[in-house]
């Protein structure tokens, strides 16, 4: 893809976007149900997504040639990290919306859809794929950021993000523990789930500060495709269970683990250079 279709495509890009962020706006606020403020939190969570793409496509509009693409890239994979990170806000809110009157929750689980979820998954896909194309340009014009797999000092940056991963993730794991063990019994079984979603970024990162090469690294990132939509499923239980201050506690420490793993994500992917999956090394190799 060159740079002017890029160009293009942000153009359609961020009138979709435009047009996104009115749609949940507009649809929101003729919405009807019994916690207008939980309806809030998602709209706005929603329409950041919204917005990112927005974004993304402004910023597109700004590349001409494989140069512009390279300076502008790490504009695209912020902008992807705060879609993907947002995601769990959104899914928090979202699926803890109740009925208003008389209306059932089929109304309710309308509303999610048709008012939000639509509007923002096809928001995160721009985002991505936007980022996807900006990226191959860079790597088709200049090759990989790291073309040699034995590269020791890539691994090493790599080794600190697993230390970063793994300190940060013990600290949110222990914040859940405490709240769990602050709660009600009850609560302590509800409390396992977000558990194991803060202990990723610490398996995550044991796994990284073992690594020998920058492929090696990227093959054990795999968990955080996995664990992405686990941890945004896991607020469907979470939303319906756990309110007050506990229960938001623990949401926020849930989304800073899922902030570490966005990051993980993306930065282990830059390091690697390329988009393709992880057994595919030997034909990358062979280039």
Same mark, same amino acid.
């Given at each position: 893809?060159?740079?002017?279709?890029?160009?293009?495509?942000?153009?359609?890009?961020?009138?979709?976007?435009?047009?996104?962020?009115?749609?949940?706006?507009?649809?929101?606020?003729?919405?009807?149900?019994?916690?207008?403020?939980?309806?809030?939190?998602?709209?706005?969570?929603?329409?950041?997504?919204?917005?990112?793409?927005?974004?993304?496509?402004?910023?597109?509009?700004?590349?001409?040639?494989?140069?512009?693409?390279?300076?502008?890239?790490?504009?695209?994979?912020?902008?992807?990290?705060?879609?993907?990170?947002?995601?769990?806000?959104?899914?928090?809110?979202?699926?803890?919306?109740?009925?208003?009157?008389?209306?059932?929750?089929?109304?309710?689980?309308?509303?999610?859809?048709?008012?939000?979820?639509?509007?923002?998954?096809?928001?995160?896909?721009?985002?991505?794929? $936007?980022?996807?194309?900006?990226?191959?340009?860079?790597?088709?014009?200049?090759?990989?950021?790291?073309?040699?797999?034995?590269?020791?000092?890539?691994?090493?940056?790599?080794?600190?993000?697993?230390?970063?991963?793994?300190?940060?993730?013990?600290?949110?794991?222990?914040?859940?523990?405490?709240?769990?063990?602050?709660?009600?019994?009850?609560?302590?079984?509800?409390?396992?789930?977000?558990?194991?979603?803060?202990?990723?970024?610490?398996?995550?990162?044991?796994?990284?500060?073992?690594?020998?090469?920058?492929?090696?690294?990227?093959?054990?990132?795999?968990?955080?495709?996995?664990?992405?939509?686990?941890?945004?499923?896991?607020?469907?239980?979470?939303?319906?269970?756990?309110?007050?201050?506990?229960?938001?506690?623990? $949401?926020?420490?849930?989304?800073?683990?899922?902030?570490?793993?966005?990051?993980?994500?993306?930065?282990?992917?830059?390091f690697t250079g390329m988009w393709d999956r992880p057994w595919q090394e030997t034909r990358r190799v062979s280039r």
């Amino acid at each position: 893809m060159t740079g002017e279709q890029i160009r293009r495509r942000g153009l359609v890009q961020a009138a979709v976007g435009v047009a996104l962020v009115a749609w949940v706006v507009v649809s929101s606020a003729l919405a009807d149900v019994g916690n207008p403020q939980v309806l809030l939190g998602a709209a706005v969570s929603g329409g950041l997504v919204c917005l990112c793409a927005v974004a993304g496509g402004v910023v597109a509009t700004r590349i001409t040639d494989e140069a512009s693409a390279a300076r502008l890239r790490h504009v695209f994979v912020v902008l992807e990290g705060a879609a993907l990170s947002l995601l769990f806000p959104f899914y928090w809110f979202g699926l803890g919306l109740e009925p208003a009157g008389g209306s059932g929750y089929f109304l309710v689980g309308f509303v999610f859809v048709i008012v939000l979820a639509i509007p923002v998954v096809t928001a995160l896909a721009l985002v991505v794929l $936007g980022s996807r194309a900006v990226h191959m340009i860079v790597v088709d014009a200049f090759g990989p950021i790291v073309p040699d797999s034995g590269a020791e000092a890539p691994a090493q940056r790599i080794r600190v993000l697993g230390t970063v991963l793994v300190t940060a993730g013990v600290a949110l794991s222990a914040g859940v523990l405490a709240v769990a063990f602050t709660a009600p019994p009850l609560w302590l079984v509800l409390e396992l789930p977000g558990l194991l979603v803060t202990l990723t970024p610490v398996l995550l990162g044991v796994l990284l500060v073992r690594v020998q090469d920058v492929y090696a690294a990227r093959r054990r990132n795999v968990a955080a495709y996995l664990v992405l939509p686990g941890a945004c499923g896991y607020a469907v239980a979470k939303a319906g269970s756990i309110g007050g201050a506990s229960g938001m506690l623990v $949401g926020g420490l849930i989304f800073g683990a899922v902030v570490l793993l966005v990051i993980a994500l993306l930065v282990v992917r830059e390091f690697t250079g390329m988009w393709d999956r992880p057994w595919q090394e030997t034909r990358r190799v062979s280039r």
